[in-house]
Nanobody
């Protein structure tokens, strides 16, 4: 069982930046970030596979960058030009293989809150 621990959330004004981190207790292949705002469904934000391929939701393309440090088993999400609509609880997710991640991530973090004020 891999444990995921997020950090780096907080409050920022519109246009600002935050960097989220997710430390995994073991190796994972597919990793990514989801978010859920109050009253809304959880949505996928960004994915990075073990081979480095990345995918982004259209709402964050050009503003967010996902990356990983495999030596540290750590996932990052650099968020720039933040907007009030980015306000949500952000969750780190991971899986033991890329295919498993596509089907449904096996591991989830507890979440870190991001609040963007206008």
């Amino acid at each position: 069982q891999v444990q995921l621990v997020e950090s780096g959330g907080g409050s920022v004004q519109a246009g600002g930046s935050l960097r989220l981190s997710c430390a995994a207790s073991g190796y994972t292949a597919g990793m990514g970030w989801y978010r859920q705002a109050p009253g809304k469904e959880r949505e996928r934000v960004a994915i990075i596979y073990s081979d480095g391929r990345t995918f982004y939701d259209d709402s964050v393309k050009g503003r967010f960058t996902i990356s990983r440090d495999n030596a540290k088993n750590t996932l990052y999400l650099q968020m720039n030009s933040l907007k009030p609509e980015d306000t949500a609880m952000y969750y780190c997710a991971a899986a033991s293989s890329n295919i498993n991640y596509i089907r449904s991530p096996e591991y989830w973090g507890q979440g870190t809150q991001v609040t963007v004020s206008s």
